[in-house]
């Protein structure tokens, strides 16, 4: 069975992309291509990609990054005052370094399960900080440095550091 382009595209909107959506929350790229290939059509990756382009500006899906997609349209977002501190001291004695930061309690809105170990996260390539300077800083924002130097740190609170 030959289709048209037409034809594929208003499937993949109307079908198959709405079906991907009542299965899960999000799905990849490689959920496509075999739900694709279980519809029995057939598109280029070019095709496929410029497709589901489109489906995200329609409103469709929405973009969850790296090739995955979701029925949901807004982002979910962390409240930042729990590492607000963290991110001035850590701005403050690297300003040119990009970094990640986080703290476990931001994800319990989202989580079945309360996280009980409340962890701070600071993620940065090795080689951009040093490690010798990443315990003054820690100490500054109230914790206190332990063992092997970058290992865990807990503060006063008994908040594990990483």
């Given at each position: 069975m030959t289709e048209t382009a037409t034809t594929k595209k208003s499937l993949l909107f109307t079908r198959l992309l709405p079906t991907l959506k009542e299965q899960s929350p999000y799905f990849s790229l490689a959920a496509i291509k075999r739900a694709l290939a279980e519809a029995k059509l057939e598109l280029a990756d070019d095709t496929l990609r410029e497709y589901m382009s489109k489906a995200m500006k329609t409103g469709i899906v929405a973009d969850a990054g790296r090739g995955w997609y979701s029925r949901h349209q807004q982002?979910?977002?962390?409240?930042?005052?729990?590492?607000?501190?963290?991110?001035?001291?850590?701005?403050?004695?690297?300003?040119?370094?990009?970094?990640?930061?986080?703290?476990?309690?931001?994800?319990?809105?989202?989580?079945?399960h309360l996280i009980a170990r409340r962890t701070i996260l600071l993620s940065a390539e090795r080689d951009a900080c040093p490690r010798s300077h990443v315990p003054d800083v820690t100490r500054r924002v109230g914790r206190q440095g332990t063992r092997n130097g970058l290992g865990n740190r807990y503060g006063p609170s008994g908040k594990p550091f990483l």
């Open positions: 982002p979910a977002t962390l409240d930042p005052k729990p590492v607000a501190k963290i991110i001035r001291e850590v701005k403050k004695a690297f300003p040119l370094l990009e970094f990640c930061c986080w703290y476990t309690v931001q994800f319990n809105p989202f989580a079945q």
